[in-house]
């Protein structure tokens, strides 16, 4: 719950702060950049073919960015960054949120992510060791001894590991980082 929390505060206040300058959204297309398959494509086109909803999301930035600033928080917009870049590249910066691992871990499996495996999240965010450009690849061999818990503490390091390469690969973006905690605060 904690992870979440953070993220719905920082929203918040975001917009209460802002309310007539600024769009705050909390992960608004959720799966939709399809984590497992475009988290570590820099490069490359990453929609689905029928992938309408991003093409939707991203006409609503468009939008949106005449005239106020859009905020979107969330882990799964940064497999969605080449398409962020391609299109807002003059306009983005990115704000990495740490949150400590094993807060984020519990809080996901409170979600049930790896056990009740919702098919859309299995297929498009569950991020796996198989995964075409996953990192930590070498969890291949022990993926199924692995607790709910640790392969939450493995999509935790997958994902921080990619943001930190946005970071060295996209040089020309503004590029913060921020801590929520030092501490394992339960």
Same mark, same amino acid.
């Given at each position: 719950?904690?992870? +979440?929390?953070?993220? +719905?505060?920082?929203?918040?206040? *975001?917009?209460?702060?802002?309310?007539?300058?600024?769009?705050?959204?909390?992960?608004?297309?959720?799966?939709?950049?399809?984590?497992?398959?475009?988290?570590?494509?820099?490069?490359?086109? %990453?929609?689905?073919? &029928?992938?309408?909803?991003?093409?939707?999301?991203?006409?609503?930035?468009?939008?949106?960015?005449?005239?106020?600033?859009?905020?979107?928080?969330?882990? +799964?917009?940064?497999?969605?960054?080449? &398409?962020?870049?391609?299109?807002? @590249?003059?306009? %983005?910066?990115?704000?990495? *949120?740490?949150?400590?691992?094993?807060?984020?871990?519990?809080?996901?499996?409170?979600?049930?992510? #790896? @056990?009740?495996?919702?098919?859309?999240?299995?297929?498009?965010? &569950?991020?796996?060791?198989?995964?075409?450009?996953?990192?930590?690849? #070498?969890?291949?061999?022990?993926?199924?001894?692995? @607790? &709910?818990?640790?392969?939450?503490?493995?999509?935790?390091?997958?994902?921080?590991?990619?943001? %930190? @390469?946005?970071?060295?690969?996209?040089?020309? %973006?503004?590029?913060?980082?921020?801590?929520?905690?030092?501490?394992?605060?339960?």
């Amino acid at each position: 719950m904690y992870s +979440q929390m953070w993220n +719905q505060w920082f929203a918040k206040n *975001l917009y209460e702060i802002y309310p007539d300058k600024i769009e705050v959204t909390h992960e608004p297309i959720l799966c939709d950049y399809y984590p497992r398959l475009n988290l570590w494509k820099f490069d490359s086109d %990453l929609k689905p073919e &029928e992938n309408r909803v991003l093409d939707k999301h991203m006409d609503h930035i468009e939008k949106v960015t005449d005239d106020k600033i859009y905020v979107e928080i969330g882990w +799964q917009s940064i497999a969605g960054i080449s &398409e962020l870049y391609n299109r807002f @590249s003059d306009r %983005l910066k990115l704000i990495h *949120l740490v949150r400590h691992p094993v807060n984020v871990a519990a809080s996901l499996v409170t979600h049930n992510w #790896y @056990s009740s495996r919702a098919p859309e999240r299995a297929e498009k965010a &569950e991020l796996e060791p198989f995964d075409e450009g996953a990192r930590l690849t #070498y969890y291949s061999d022990i993926w199924n001894a692995l @607790s &709910e818990f640790e392969k939450c503490l493995y999509y935790w390091t997958e994902v921080n590991f990619c943001a %930190l @390469s946005i970071k060295n690969r996209f040089t020309d %973006l503004p590029f913060y980082h921020l801590s929520s905690s030092n501490k394992c605060n339960t």
